[in-house]
Every structure is written in C-alpha cells, then in structure tokens.
C-alpha cells in the first residue's frame, strides 16, 4: 500500500479537499436516488453515459450472480476478457478481448489463429513480472509499438495496460514512489501514442480515493495531451496485494475519478500465479461496487471520443 507520504493527494491539496467533498456528498445522498423506502431499480437509475466494464471472463460470471448488476451490465459496454483457449460466457452479449502479457505470445496466437471467434481487441499487460520478458520490460513503448502492429494488421483494437511497477525498472534508482515516476516517464503519454485504448493500472492507490483520482487525473490528461483520440481506462481490485478493501472504497474511487476516464477494468483476483500476493478472493467486493455505482448512476460523460468497446460493440448489433 502507498504510505501517506507517496500519496498523490499530498501534491494537489486544494483537488483533494475538493474531491473528498464530492466523494462524501455521492455517498451521502446528494445524487437523485429513489424515494425512501423502495428500492431503486438498476433501469431507473442507470447513467445516461454509461462507464465501459473491461472484465474477466471469471469476474464477469461472478458479477453476474447479482441481478442488479447483470442488468446495468446488460445496458452497458461490456469488454470481455478471455485467456487463449477460453470461450465467451453464454448468455452475456460482451465485446470480446484476448489478453498477452508478452509479445511473442500475440504473435504466435495470431499466426496459429487461435483467438476465439468473435475476437475485436487485444489486450498487452506488460509487468514486472514472470509472464512478460525482461526485454520488454525495459522498453514497454516499442513491445507496446510491436503489439499495435500485430494488432492492426488483423483488423484488431489495442488496449495496453501498463502496470506501474514498471517503474522500478525504468527508474530503480529513483525514490519517487511509482505513480510519480509513472508520470514523470511520460508513459500514458508515449503508449497513448500508439495504442486505441490506454489502461492506468492504479488499484494501488484505491486506498484513497484522492490519491486514486489524483493520478488518474494526471495521466488521463497528459495521455489525451498525446493522443485526443485515445480512451482512457482505470483499473480497479476487489482484493489487492497488503490491506483488504471494501466496496466502500471502490465506489468511492469511481465517483471521484469519473468522468476523467472512460471506463473501469475491474478486477476480482484470487491468490495464484498472477497474483502471488493476493489475499482470497472476495467477489462481494465488487458486486457491492459495481451495484452500488449502478444504481446511484454517474454524471453525464461530455467527451466526442467513443468509450472503450463502445466501437467495438457497434459492430456486433
């Protein structure tokens, strides 16, 4: 977890009492909610400019046990995330995405044509971790470069999500927590560039939905700076590595970062090779969420670029 010292909050003082404002005034009712004593109804309370959902195959069959959320999910860009050799869910129209964390892996799907049918977008997941090549963690911009090529060339979108623990190679000899050193790499900006869809991998900070909102912020804009065109996702943990989070926490980071980005990858993660660290899976997190943003429904989006998967999604009706 960032220490309070590395919190982004602690840069923009003025934004984080304004935010923690918003974020108290959300969670205390300000919003339109539904009479006392009835239950709002995820059709009556959906946003108008609904959040793209960019999940897993598995968190999105664990989400979908909730009536609530499966209806706004039904109502929503939803972008499916499949592993090689996974099929789509039955029954959830969803814009399917394959995810790589290593390029020599996309290319090797690609030649063997083993993406499922169906298949709109890839997504690159570089990280310093075991599953993407050192290589490619010195230089994530040019294997991001590589992707989108590979990408392209078969009629595919791009979504990169870079994790901030990328930092550590680029800059080990920095003291700057990640987030900072993030930004100061001009990373969203460079892969914005190059990619259709940018994903800030900041469930660390989520903590704080200040610190959250603060970085989000920060990066969406420097990678609009870069590429106009580009939607902006944020990413989001029902069970990250050190402290539990509750679902509290994660609404709160979404009705402080929304509308800066154009949706959330909202991740249920359990202990496993992807993720050593975790603690046990605890899917209520985000179904608590997930339904709670629904039915409080977000402000109206405003930007002329299409959400992630909304493109995508146009080509399946």
Known sequence: MTSAADSPANR??????????????ALAGCMTQAPAGRT???ESTLPPDAATWLLTRAALAQLSTDPVVRAGLQRSPVDEILQPGQVPLPG???????????????EAALAGHRLPAGTRAILYDPEVWSFTPAAEQRDPVRAA??????????????????????????????????WQRFLDLQLA???????????????????????????VREAAAQARSANPGVTVLAGLSANPPGQAVDSQQLTSAILASW??????WLNLPGRGPQCPTCNPARPAVGIGALRAVIQR??????????APGSELAARRH
């Open 12 to 25: 923009w003082p003025w934004a984080a009492a304004m935010m923690a404002t918003a974020v108290t005034c």
């Open 40 to 42: 709002p109804s995820a």
């Open 92 to 106: 959830l129209a969803a814009t399917i995405v394959v995810a790589f964390p290593a390029v020599a892996a996309l």
């Open 145 to 178: 470069t590589t992707a989108a090529a590979l990408a392209h060339a078969h009629g595919l979108q791009l979504i990169v999500a870079p994790a901030l623990n990328l930092t550590t190679v680029l800059a080990p000899g920095s003291s700057a927590p990640r």
């Open 189 to 215: 900006a460079r892969i914005a560039r190059i990619t259709d869809v940018l994903d800030l991998q900041a469930q660390s900070l989520e903590r704080s939905s200040a610190s959250y909102a603060n970085f």
């Open 259 to 264: 509308p800066a980005v154009d949706g959330y």
């Open 297 to 306: 429904g977000l402000p109206s989006h405003g930007r002329r670029h299409p």
